[in-house]
């Protein structure tokens, strides 16, 4: 665990430096600069965009009555290619555009999938109680909500 983490934190930062050096030797500075900034604001479209299109699927998901597992990794692996792109360095930014790829995406899921214990459910409930004024409806009554009407057709007997 501890080699995990010294790799993460130390090792993959310095070969992001590393790769950006030699990169802007290549192409230039401005060149990879403007490949920086852009998929950084490629990476804050996506998230922002993102947010609404979870929020979606999971209401769609559970008014199903579904566990909603396929929505919840695809959001969350887009989730992750948009932080990819948002952070300078170029590994990441591959990294994101890679997961942005649905095939991609689904071999991540299926491996993802795979590691997770046999023993793990998802269970999903919905509540039938629902509520108005603080007092809980009948489920074969609706709610009676009192108001003034006015009827707009005509009374001379034109009803058919």
């Not at 998929?39 to 009555?65: H, M, P, Y």
């Amino acid at each position: 665990m501890r080699l995990a983490l010294l790799l993460v934190f130390v090792a993959y930062p310095l070969l992001e430096l590393a790769l950006l050096i030699r990169a802007g030797q290549s192409w230039g500075f401005w060149p990879v600069l403007g490949v920086i900034i852009g998929t950084g604001i490629l990476g804050a479209a996506i998230l922002r965009r993102q947010g609404f299109k979870v929020a979606e699927k999971l209401s769609a998901d559970l008014n199903a009555g579904r566990a909603p597992v396929a929505p919840l990794a695809d959001s969350g692996l887009i989730f992750a290619a948009g932080t990819a792109l948002i952070s300078p360095g170029l590994i990441g930014d591959a990294l994101g555009l890679l997961l942005m790829l649905p095939p991609i995406r689904a071999l991540v899921r299926t491996a993802l999938a795979a590691r997770l214990d046999d023993t793990s459910t998802v269970v999903v409930r919905r509540s039938r109680v629902r509520r108005w004024r603080n007092k809980p409806l009948n489920p074969e009554e609706p709610p009676v909500i009192d108001g003034e009407w006015e009827r707009m057709d005509d009374d001379k007997g034109n009803r058919s």
